[in-house]
C-alpha cells in the first residue's frame, strides 16, 4: 500500500509520453528518497511554464512573449516560410542546417481519426500569411508517416492556391548509411524520389 499522495504523484508521473506505471513509480521513489531538493525545483519551474509558456501569434512555436525571438528578429529571411509538425522539429533544423527563414509549427499532424483537422493546426492562420503575398516559398518539412504525407499534401495545395511555391526536404539514403541495412520502404521512396547527379 502506498499513500494517497505518493500514488497522485505516480498518476500524475505518467502524462509524459512513453511513462507508463512502473516508471513512473521509479521516479516518484527517486524524487522521494534521493532528489527532493531537485522535485521541489521541478515543480517550481513545471508551474512556472504552464503559467507564462504560451504560443508566438505567428508561428505557433512557443514563447513567453506575444512574438517569439525568431519571428521577431530582423536577420531572418521573411519570404521562406518552413513548415514543422513540432517546436522539437523546428529545434532540430534550427541546429541542424543553415536555414535562415521563418517557420510555421502545426502543433501536430492532420489525422481526421483522432479529430484534428485544418482549424487544429492552425491552417486558418497560415492561409492568412500565404494570402498576405509576403511568402515565395513555403517548404513542408512534415514527417514521412502516413499523416505527415497527408498534411504535405494538404500543404502544397494550399501554397499553390495561394501562388506559393511549395517544396520539401528530400527524403531517403541516410549519408553514411549502407543499403543493405537500410529499411525497404526508405529505399523505395529513394529509388522513387531519385534525382540527377550534378556536374
Known amino acids: 500500500m502506498t499513500t494517497p499522495l505518493l500514488e497522485q504523484l505516480i498518476d500524475a508521473l505518467r502524462c509524459l ?36 509558456v504560451g504560443h508566438c501569434e505567428r508561428c ?3 514563447s513567453e512573449t506575444p512574438v517569439c525571438a525568431i519571428c521577431a528578429s530582423p536577420a531572418r529571411d521573411t ?19 543553415g536555414y535562415r527563414g521563418l517557420y510555421f509549427v502545426l502543433q501536430g499532424r492532420l489525422s481526421p481519426l483522432d479529430g484534428i483537422g485544418p482549424r487544429e493546426l492552425g491552417l486558418d492562420r497560415l492561409a492568412e500569411r500565404l494570402a498576405a503575398g509576403e511568402i515565395d516559398e513555403l517548404i513542408v518539412a512534415t514527417n514521412p508517416t502516413v499523416e505527415g504525407e497527408a498534411t504535405a499534401h ?34 523505395a521512396h529513394a529509388f522513387g524520389t531519385r534525382a540527377e547527379i550534378q556536374r
Open 17 to 52: 509520453p512513453g511513462v507508463g506505471q512502473k516508471s513512473a513509480q521509479r521516479m516518484a521513489y527517486h524524487l522521494l528518497e534521493r532528489e527532493r531538493a531537485g522535485g521541489r525545483r521541478l515543480a517550481e519551474r513545471l508551474a512556472e511554464a504552464m503559467e507564462k
Open 60 to 62: 505557433r512555436d512557443f
Open 79 to 97: 519570404r521562406t516560410l518552413c513548415v514543422v509538425e513540432t517546436p522539437a522539429d523546428r529545434l532540430a533544423i534550427e541546429a541542424a542546417t
Open 154 to 187: 494538404y500543404l502544397a495545395q494550399l501554397a499553390r492556391s495561394h501562388g506559393v511555391r511549395p517544396s520539401r526536404p528530400a527524403h531517403g539514403l541516410p549519408l553514411g548509411g549502407e543499403l543493405e541495412y537500410t529499411d525497404r520502404g526508405t529505399l
